[in-house]
């Protein structure tokens, strides 16, 4: 049985295809702050599978990162278009390097936003995030990561009471896209913290990937220390350069929408002046 993806596509020019994190949620987060892009590229929204408004394959979701891979370049095909900039969000950031690796000749440039080579400081982490939490975080913090939640309800809520984790100043219109416009999916959610989080590892093949790659960190990320992440990517990735945002947690994008949006435009001026090329 074939996979369908939902995608919107918008704009022309150089294609530039946003991964959204998660895993369990959906494109939406990038809407509409990252909308405005579209004015001088073409710009990719998409829900992975199992998540948003794509629906599972029947009869086994198989939640692995090569078949998420696989469905990008089904998505690509189905464009019409020869190669693009892949973009990923924190859990997205995993698959576009994934696809990246598996598909260079696909890949123009690699932007990773918020995201880890591989997830090998759960240690470090996890008794951090639960000593800034309060009782109510703790315990949806060990839904998300530990038990795993049991519909999607379930995740929808514990994701919400995160949200002043994720954020470094929490506003009302960040708390309204994960309140009532987002869709959860648990099964997404649960399949690859367990498939994928911890098994995957891109540090032995960074060094040979040779397009150039935009590392975007966020000053005040509590799920993404630094020296596991940028000072990595910046150690083993030939082309690589690191953009910090300030005063902006996880979603860089949705606190700091301008900061964000004139990183990525230039370092895509400076690497592809003139737009590249593409329909």
């Known amino acids: 049985m074939g996979i369908h993806l939902y995608a919107v596509s918008l704009g022309r ?18 809407r509409p702050g990252m909308d405005t892009l579209a004015a001088g590229h073409r710009i990719v929204y998409t829900d992975l599978r199992g998540q ?5 394959p029947a009869p086994d979701p198989a939640w692995r990162i090569d078949l998420w891979v696989q469905d990008l370049e089904v998505l690509r095909n189905a464009l019409g278009l020869d190669s693009w900039i892949v973009l990923g969000h924190s859990a997205g950031g995993l698959i576009a390097l994934e696809y ?11 932007v990773l936003c918020a995201t880890v080579p591989c997830f090998d400081f759960g240690a470090e982490l ?3 995030l639960l000593a800034e939490a309060d009782e109510r975080q703790q315990a949806a913090l060990l839904t998300l990561f530990a038990t795993g939640p049991a519909n999607a309800g379930e995740l929808k809520a514990a994701h919400l009471e995160i949200l002043p984790l994720y954020f470094h100043r929490l506003l009302p219109e960040h708390s309204e896209c994960f309140r009532n416009r987002t869709i959860y999916r648990h ?3 649960n399949g690859f ?4 989080l911890s098994s995957f590892d891109s ?10 790659v935009l590392v975007i960190e966020a000053e005040h990320d509590r799920f993404i220390p630094t020296r596991y992440a940028g000072e990595v990517f910046e150690h083993l990735i030939p082309d690589v350069r690191r953009v910090r945002i300030p005063d902006a947690g996880h979603f860089p994008f949705l606190e700091q929408p301008a900061a964000f949006l004139d990183a990525l435009r230039g370092w895509l001026g400076a690497v592809f002046p003139g737009n590249g090329e593409g329909p």
């Open 13 to 30: 020019g150089l294609p530039v295809l946003f991964l959204h994190g998660g895993m369990g949620l959906d494109h939406q987060h990038f």
């Open 100 to 110: 990246a690796h598996r598909h260079p000749e696909r890949t123009r440039g690699l």
């Open 203 to 212: 540090r032995p093949w960074l060094s040979a990937m040779t397009m150039p």
């Open 193 to 196: 913290r367990s498939e994928v």
């Open 126 to 128: 996890f008794p951090r």
């Open 187 to 189: 099964e997404a959610s």
């Open 52 to 56: 948003g408004r794509s629906p599972l």
